[in-house]
């Protein structure tokens, strides 16, 4: 396999594709990642679907009698599940993919097209018989770096300080020595899969296979990446989902004095044993076991919701990323938190709590951040 790094009708390009392939197809890893992409949206799904059915015929006629009464919670818990799924829709297929184009270039100053150009892996003939001592470099010395307010100037590569990343070679990827080369994380840095330098802020997806513009992080419910352009109905499904969950709980504590005699079947092993030992129905214990997971499942939705949303409300106003804020940049917003929160959810915030499809221009624009200081 490693023969092929030093194949030389290969591009640097393909020689780094075929490596995270065959990382991307490990055995264990690719099987456990591939479930995980498959399962968690068709367990969401399954807990939207289930709860707006236990919520609309089997809670609701249980705990209210009057007619307009019970019309006004199925409508609007309806709405709610209508939010979310629409969210969920949205944040799927409004991608945040970069696509550099001559207009962009020009707009950071930038006359001609950039292209990015590597030289071949270097290597000394001493070392080439232990495949060790194999280096990645970049064929400019120049690139577009940070001058500290966001905006992107042309500056040399330095040594690495906390504000900078790596880019990784080729033979990083098969555990080999390799030498990383150090980026500003403010500036333009090179995606050796996507052939070409992505902005600020941006990062390259392996399951989205794509450099995704303000990067947040990747959302399994959706199987997408969220970023600069559908983080506001991440955050909206997100919020429809808190209060959906919280809705169907408060109706759950309602509803279960008036079915349920023992407390102690609402837990699922006891009710097995309980039913193992004659002391339920058959059809009782079916639905108990139905009521139960999908009681479980609504408040694990509820859980989660509840950190997302706190997470992602945090990083709106403070306009700043997840991964900005694991790596601890120290960055500074200038601008004001209206205008954060109208970069994520458009010009009309307040309406993107009913209207979430209809969409808004972000303020952003992915490339320049005028506001934020190193």
Known sequence: MKEEWFDPNRS???????????????????????????????????????????????????????????????????????????????????????????????????????????????????????????????????????????????????????????????????????????????????CLLCDHQRPPRSHHCPLCKGCILKRDHHCFMTNSCVGLRNQRFFTMMTFWAFHATSYAIYLSILYIPNKIDNYLDLILPITIIRWIFGYLTLSTFFYLVLLLLCLYSVIMVFIQSVFILIGQINLITKGCTSFEVMQNFKLTNTGKKMNNIRGVLGSYPLLGLLIPYIVFPCQDDGIRWPHIKT
């Open 12 to 190: 640097l390009m393909e020689k780094y594709q075929s490596a995270m392939d065959t990382l991307y197809k490990d055995p264990v890893a690719g099987a456990a990642g591939t479930f995980t992409q498959k399962a968690t949206p068709v367990w969401f799904l399954m807990t939207v679907f289930t709860g707006h059915y236990m919520v609309y015929f089997v809670f609701l006629p249980v705990i209210y009698d009057d007619e307009w009464t019970l019309c006004f919670h199925r409508i609007y818990f309806t709405f709610a599940m209508l939010q979310i799924l629409a969210n969920m829709f949205m944040t799927r297929y409004v991608t945040s993919f970069y696509q550099p184009s001559q207009e962009m270039i020009q707009d950071i100053g930038r006359q001609a097209e950039f292209s990015l150009k590597y030289v071949e892996l270097q290597s000394h003939e001493d070392n080439l018989q232990d495949n060790t001592d194999v280096s990645l470099t970049i064929g400019e010395d120049n690139w577009p770096r940070s001058n500290g307010t966001g905006d992107a100037s042309v500056g040399t590569r330095g040594a690495w300080t906390p504000m900078m990343v790596q880019v990784a070679s080729v033979d990083e990827v098969c555990q080999g020595k390799s030498r990383r080369e150090n980026f500003p994380y403010w500036s333009w840095k090179p």
